[in-house]
Each structure stands twice: as C-alpha cells, then as structure tokens.
C-alpha cells in the first residue's frame, strides 16, 4: 500500500468518527455525485430503450431491408418484381440474414354502414414472420397462411377496429380504387395494437395472393421481398452489398433510407442525453471541487506537516485526490442503486404510464446495456479526478511553516 493512499484512508477513517461541521458539507458531495450519476444512468437508459422500442416497432412492420423494383414510384400501389431461386440465394448467402418473406401493399378503402377508413392493404406470404404481431394482439389470433389455398383473414389494429365498430369474426368490406372498380369481403381474425397510432392506423394484414389477384399478377410476382437481419449493427453495409448483386432493375433499401424523418428524429434524442450528460458532470464536478477544498482548508495544519517531513506537492495533492475519489465512488455507489432500483421497478411494473398518441408507447421504457452503464460510471471517475486536479494546486501554495504556526 502506498503512503498517499494509508494516508488518505487514515484521514477518511478518522472522518466517520469526527462529527466535524465538514461532515454535512462532505454528504452533499456525496449525494450530489450521487444524483448526477442516477440522472445520467436513467437518461441512457430511457433514451436508449425508446429508440430501441420504436425502431423494433417500425422494423416489426416492415423489416431492416426491402428489396422492390427500382422506380420513383413511392406510393402503396408498386410495380411487381418476379422472385427466383437465385434472388434467395444472394439473399441468403449473407450470414447477417435472420430471415426473408416477400408481400406486396395495395391501397385500399373500408366502408361500413356509419364509417369510411382509408388504409393499405398488406399482403404477406405463409412464411412471413408473425412474431411481431403475436406480441401485440389484444384480441383473437393470427391465420394461418396456404401456398394453395386464399385466406379471407385479415388482421386489423384496435384504433381502426374502434373506429369502424368491428370485432373479431366481423366482415370486412374494403373497396379499391382502380379501373374497373374492385371489393374484397374478409373476415377480421386479429386485432393488435402497437401503441404506434400512424402505422397502426394505416395497416390491415392480409393474404398476398389477393394483391396478386387484383393487380393480375402471377404467383411469383410481388411488390417485393423484406429481410430480417439478426441485428441493427452494419445496417448500411449489409444493404450496399445487397444491393450490388441484386438485378439491375431491383432495388434494396434500408429501413433508416424508407423512413428517414423517424430515424433522423431519434437520431435527435441522441443530442438530449449529451446535454443532460454533460451538465450533469459539470454539477458533480463543481460539487467535488468545493468537497476537495473543504477537506483542504481543515487540513492546513497536516499539510504543514507532511511537507516538513519533506513530502513533495504532488504526494500531498494525491493524497487528497485520493481523498475526493473515495468520496466520488461513495456517490457512484449511491447513484448506481437509486437508477438501477428505479430502471429495475419501471421494467417489472411500467410504474410511469405515457400516452401513446404522442410518444408511440404505453410506458417508460427501459434498456439495460451494462456495457454503457460501466462505460459512465468509469467516464464519471475519470472526468471527476481530472477535474480535481486543477485545484488541488493550491496545496502548492501552502508553506510548512505558516500552515503549522496558523492552523
């Protein structure tokens, strides 16, 4: 054990058995290191589970990459790609690939005998993924889909539902807009909500081959194929290699590049949390340097000492760092248990309710990356002892002789 650090933790000993009128001014450091950690912790994690949710959200009706045929057409009603084996093979030689389904969007209106509702029509094929959707059902279930054999099932979302006064078993009656005129009847057999008002109210889930039959397409035309990735990471260049390969006349685009003004949005709360982390540094970093002087100015008469007995500034000035750096550590500890207790009961609980027509999500939401956590805490301790180290100078400026004959 180094003399600086006995020393330090001597004095810090000491200190929990003095009632010395620092003691109140030392737990205010403590507690406010303590708050500034617990900010900063909870605003990574909330940041970071609202992007996260919302982006599972948009990937959950649609997927990280859409390969569909190369046009400026940006409206629901896209000209056909022909799918082949070889499509699927360039697709699927990539390892990041999770999982691949083709669909195709009609636009669409549905009229009851009080209500019209505009919607698109989303035609998905029998090996479409209905993960998402299962995990936001509030009433009935998913159909089952037939290479063979046309379903008339469809799922709707709850505002929609509401809207028109539908239930499950209900018909559907959806009328679309083209020469000649055409209507499909189908019979709702799901009703999900995603807390996601502008896709929820936009989408019915249906059958691919009723698109295919209203545009008078063939079984291996469709609007186009989405592919799930195993993550988010390499978004881009997974779709650039894509891309390359695909045929000349298809095209392959990101989630990031067909909903850009989300994703540039989100990209917003990023900017939020440096500020709050940022002030919230300054705040602790302010605090533990009116600690560091506290502790200081009481123990003039020691430095005197030490100094005499021939210790240099910097041995004198660690020993008081390492003084701040116990404090600083008393207050991430504190920190850490009040955001982490707190992140922990809103995960379990959802204690903070919001409403979803303004932020996209029934409550708080919460990721735990403990990568990120320990990465802040170790940042904190960092940026904190650095921060100390300015004023720690003025111990340079106390002589032996007139600390040991004034303190």
């Known amino acids: 054990m ?13 200190k929990e058995e003095n009632k010395s009128y620092t003691k109140p001014i030392l737990r205010i450091a403590i507690l406010a290191i303590a708050l500034s950690v617990a900010v900063m912790l909870l605003s990574v994690m909330v940041v970071t589970g609202f992007k996260n949710d919302i982006s599972d959200k948009i990937i959950g009706f649609g997927s990280h990459i859409t390969i569909s045929s190369f046009s400026d057409n940006q409206s629901y009603e896209t000209e056909p790609i022909q799918i082949s084996d070889s499509l699927y093979t360039i697709i699927l030689e990539n390892p990041e690939v999770k999982h691949i389904s083709t669909f195709a969007t009609k636009a669409g209106i549905i009229k009851t005998n009080n209500e019209i509702l505009g919607v698109v029509l989303k035609g998905v094929s029998p090996d479409y993924d209905w993960t998402f959707f299962n995990n936001n059902l509030v009433a009935g279930k998913c159909f089952n889909l037939s290479d063979s054999v046309k379903t008339n099932k469809v799922l709707i979302s709850e505002n929609s539902a509401k809207s028109l006064n539908l239930g499950i078993g209900d018909d559907l009656i959806m009328y679309f807009v083209q020469d000649p005129p055409r209507v499909r009847k189908f019979e709702i057999s799901g009703i999900y909500n995603t807390a996601f008002a502008d896709f929820d109210k936009l989408f019915v889930m249906g059958d691919i081959k009723h698109i295919q039959s209203l545009n008078s397409w063939q079984n291996k035309q469709v609007g186009g194929v989405e592919i799930v990735l195993n993550n988010f990471n390499n978004l881009e260049l997974i779709t650039k290699n894509i891309y390359e390969k695909i045929p000349y006349n298809f095209n392959a685009q990101s989630i990031k590049e067909k909903t850009p003004q989300i994703f540039d949005w989100l ?6 949390v440096r500020v709050i982390l940022i002030l919230m540094l300054i705040v602790g970093g302010i605090n533990m340097i009116t600690a560091l ?18 210790a240099n500034n910097w041995s004198v000035r660690r020993v008081f760092l390492y003084s701040a750096v116990h404090l600083i550590l008393k207050g991430l500890l504190w920190g850490n248990c009040i955001a982490l207790g707190f992140a922990f009961l809103q995960k379990q609980f959802s ?12 409550t708080v939401p919460i990721n735990f990356d403990f990568t990120a956590i320990l990465l802040l805490n170790v940042g904190t301790i960092i940026v904190c002892y650095l921060i100390l180290i300015i004023p720690s100078i003025i111990i340079t400026k106390i002589t032996p002789v007139k600390a040991i004959r004034f303190a």
């Open 293 to 310: 002087l506290i502790l200081i100015l009481e123990r003039t008469k020691m430095i005197g000492i030490l100094k005499a007995l021939g």
């Open 2 to 14: 180094n003399v600086e650090y006995f020393i330090a933790k001597r004095l810090f000993t000491a």
């Open 267 to 272: 990209d917003l709360q990023d900017v939020n």
């Open 351 to 362: 204690i903070i309710s919001l409403d979803p027509n303004i932020y996209y999500m029934n």
